[in-house]
């Protein structure tokens, strides 16, 4: 289904209006029942559009979409960049890259999202990082974290590592000993294991359609 | 308090508990203003982001903690007679209190586990707002059931559905509904955020707004005498409104999380109505206070009435619409402002309800419904607790602004944007009035718990004493 925004809010509305009018025909808009069975009308109505539009919006944001990456586009070459077509910026995949050194199958890089995705959730990253611009304001947004420049530019240097993804790793598991800022990030006694993991959620995370949030992320004019 | 029915007692006990919680969330709140302040304080021992999941879910349990007890205050009110299954109802607010306990303790002293499903079980889900892990889920819905249950039963047993109650009944029913939305373990985000956002958005801006809308029927009703069918006909209007334009405003937080681009348009439209009823609501409170001309028997609950209709209009209304369009919202999505709207509209809409009830409460437990209770403390708290939202509100929307153009617009969000903006005046000095006013909030609440254990003492002592002569 191809649905135009302006076609839905148009037909909500308008369904609301003549449905409760012919359930309020008669009725006195000063009456409390003339209210009662316009409200009940018009919240049935935006429930069951809300509930339509889910189904389209779970297909489309399901992994292996065009929104959304499946698990092995961690394999892949990722940018952000501006589409003059679309007038934002999207994140663009090309080409093979390894990733810690190899391809990983479908089902490893699964099975590493899916430690990567626990392991923020039970450090609570979120309540002091956004993702996807959500969460709390204490730390920076992870929603393109994987394509900053600063992996490159101070990190690596810093903790001494070849390839930016072993680089994030050996940061994230000394963060209380790297400082880039006042604010120092607490040790969250990441095992390598889960920090790895962490690496290739960020990496995948990168890869979403966020409709061009952060916009004028500086990584694309590198 | 022989005069009140266990119902209410309950309906006390819910609302003592829920203030207690209040301080404690204020106490965290100060916490994790102070680690902005000198972020090696605690480093390492009680991060910065433990003491957040204590200020929010603090926040979130004892509001709703309030609102249950609001409506055990008044179920037996409307109904007449005393609830169905009160002692199941007692049974699991002690159960409640314990599972409380025992997930506090596990934030302050386990705070984190290993990347693994018994982590998010047991210790912390890592979600925010809806950290609980998932036994206490489980938990907090059975006993939400029981609420539930007691309400229809008591309702169903008196014979007679009255136009609150079967508003408060349909939005209980979908309140505790929507918590299930957040039961569940993905590993893709935009899935996770998708339903979260259900979770969130639609009870605050929806079936938590509807609520309050009921409770504050009753309340006018109590502290305004205004007539059944004025009070009833406006809760209709404002379900409508609320309603119409609340579900589909959810879209305002499917801008940037993966999902489709009509969203954009959907939630922009929608989300900007989203003002209206709040505007409804302040009507409906002013004119009948005017009608009445101010008067009446409980002064304090009155005040938190109106501090509530514009609280609610200002922090959701204003504050919302200020960010609520994609073209802004591109830049200040994740920003303080979003603390700063979060703030003025959660005590706005939600704290001024609760402490309302709570003075109407009090009011009939020191023995009169006739007698004007009045005093001079309460006049303190409600002008410094006001002053100081005011200016938290205000600090973080100077930072926030701030922050939207110099890490948005103009840093494009990377690391060094945010530091850029983390070192600018303009976000460095606010933090500091946050957290001065955030310690005049923690005097505003203490004047406040003081007049509510105080006020009204002296007459109820007067009555009992004409009684006794009598
Ligand atoms: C009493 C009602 C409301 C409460 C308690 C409330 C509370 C909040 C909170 C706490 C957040 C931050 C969520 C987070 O942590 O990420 C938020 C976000 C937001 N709210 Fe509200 N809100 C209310 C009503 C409204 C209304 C009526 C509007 C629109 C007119 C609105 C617009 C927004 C927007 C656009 C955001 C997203 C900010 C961002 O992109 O970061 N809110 N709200
Ligand atoms: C002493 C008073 C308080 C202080 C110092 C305080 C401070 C804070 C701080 C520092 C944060 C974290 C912001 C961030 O992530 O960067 C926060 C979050 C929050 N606080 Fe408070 N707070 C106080 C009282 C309150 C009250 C009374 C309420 C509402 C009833 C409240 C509701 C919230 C909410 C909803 C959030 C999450 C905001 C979001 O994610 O957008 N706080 N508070
Ligand atoms: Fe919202």
């Known amino acids: 289904m191809n649905f135009n925004w302006l076609e839905i809010i148009v037909f909500a509305i308008f369904l609301s209006i003549v449905v409760s009018a012919i359930f309020v025909r008669g009725k006195s808009w000063l009456e409390p029942n003339f209210w009662k069975r316009t409200a009940l009308i018009t919240s049935i109505i935006m429930v069951a559009v809300l509930l339509v539009l889910t189904v389209d919006t779970l297909s489309k944001i399901s992994m292996g979409t065009d929104r959304i990456p499946d698990a092995t586009v961690i394999n892949k070459k990722i940018s952000y960049v501006y589409s003059d077509e679309k007038h934002r910026f999207v994140p663009k995949i090309e080409g093979q890259e390894k990733f810690f050194g190899k391809i990983w199958s479908k089902n490893e890089a699964e099975e590493l999202l899916n430690i990567g995705k626990m392991t923020i959730q039970s450090r609570a990253c979120m309540d002091c990082h956004t993702l996807l611009g959500n969460g709390a304001y204490y730390a920076p947004d992870l929603t393109k974290a994987w394509l900053d420049p600063k992996w490159n530019l101070l990190i690596k240097n810093m903790v001494n590592a070849k390839t930016k993804e072993e680089a994030i790793v050996k940061w994230l598991m000394n963060t209380d000993k790297y400082p880039t800022f006042t604010r120092r990030m607490p040790n969250m006694h990441l095992s390598e294991k889960e920090a790895k993991a962490v690496v290739a959620y960020l990496k995948w995370m990168s890869a979403i359609d966020t409709n061009g949030f952060p916009d004028n992320f500086l990584s694309s004019q590198k | ?470």
Not at chain 2, 254 to 272: C, D, K, N, V
Not at chain 2, 334 to 352: D, N
């Open chain 2, 1 to 470: 308090m022989n005069n009140l029915y266990e119902s209410q007692k309950l309906g006390l006990w819910y609302m003592s508990a829920a203030l207690v919680l209040f301080g404690a969330q204020i106490l965290f709140g100060l916490l994790i203003a102070y680690q902005y302040l000198n972020p090696d304080f605690l480093f390492g021992i009680f991060n910065f982001n433990i003491g957040r999941i204590l200020h929010i879910n603090a926040m979130v349990v004892w509001l709703l903690m309030g609102f249950i007890g609001a409506v055990y205050w008044f179920l037996p009110v409307e109904t007449g007679r005393e609830t169905v299954g009160i002692k199941l109802g007692k049974l699991a607010f002690f159960i409640l209190l314990a599972a409380l306990t025992v997930v506090i303790l596990v934030y302050i002293f386990v705070q984190t586990g290993a990347g693994n499903k018994i982590s998010l079980w047991f210790i912390n889900e890592g979600r925010e707002y809806i950290e609980a892990p998932r036994w206490a889920d489980i938990g907090i819905v059975i006993v939400v059931l029981v609420f539930l249950y007691n309400v229809f039963a008591t309702v169903f047993a008196s014979k007679k559905i009255t136009g609150i109650m079967g508003v408060l009944m349909i939005d209980l029913v979908a309140l505790a509904g929507l918590y299930l939305a957040g039961m569940f373990y993905t590993v893709n985000i935009s899935l996770d955020q998708y339903f979260w956002w259900w979770v969130i958005h639609l009870w605050v801006e929806a079936t938590w707004e509807v609520l309050i809308g009921c409770i504050m029927a009753l309340a006018l009703m109590y502290v305004l005498k205004t007539p059944r069918k004025i009070v009833e006909g406006w809760l209709y209007l404002e379900v409508f409104l609320v309603f119409g334009t609340g579900i589909l405003g959810l879209g305002h937080h499917y801008f940037w999380i993966g999902t489709p681009e009509y969203w954009l348009g959907i939630g922009g439209f929608f989300s900007a109505l989203e003002p209206i009823p709040l505007v409804a609501m302040i009507i409906h409170a002013v004119y009948d206070a005017g009608v009445q001309r101010l008067k009446t028997v409980n002064k304090p609950a009155l005040f938190w009435i109106l501090a509530q209709a514009f609280g609610n209009f200002i922090g959701a209304g204003v504050w919302g619409f200020m960010q609520t369009l994609p073209q802004i919202n591109l830049y200040s999505h994740g920003t303080q402002l979003a603390a700063s709207h979060g703030h003025l509209a959660f005590f706005g809409a939600y704290v001024t309800t609760n402490i309302a009830v709570a003075y109407i409460m009090v009011h009939k437990i020191r023995g009169g419904e006739v007698k004007l209770m009045d005093s001079k403390l309460w006049k303190y708290a409600y002008v410094l607790m006001i002053i100081s939202i005011i200016g938290m509100a205000g600090s973080m929307m100077v930072a926030g602004f701030a922050q939207t153009e110099i890490e948005r617009a103009v840093g494009g969000s990377t690391w060094q944007a945010y530091i850029n903006a983390h070192l600018h005046p303009w976000m460095v000095e606010p933090m500091y009035w946050r957290f001065g006013f955030g310690f005049l909030m923690l005097i505003g609440y203490i004047l406040l718990i003081v007049d509510l254990l105080t006020i009204g003492k002296k007459e109820e002592k007067t009555a009992v004493e004409e009684v006794a002569h009598a």
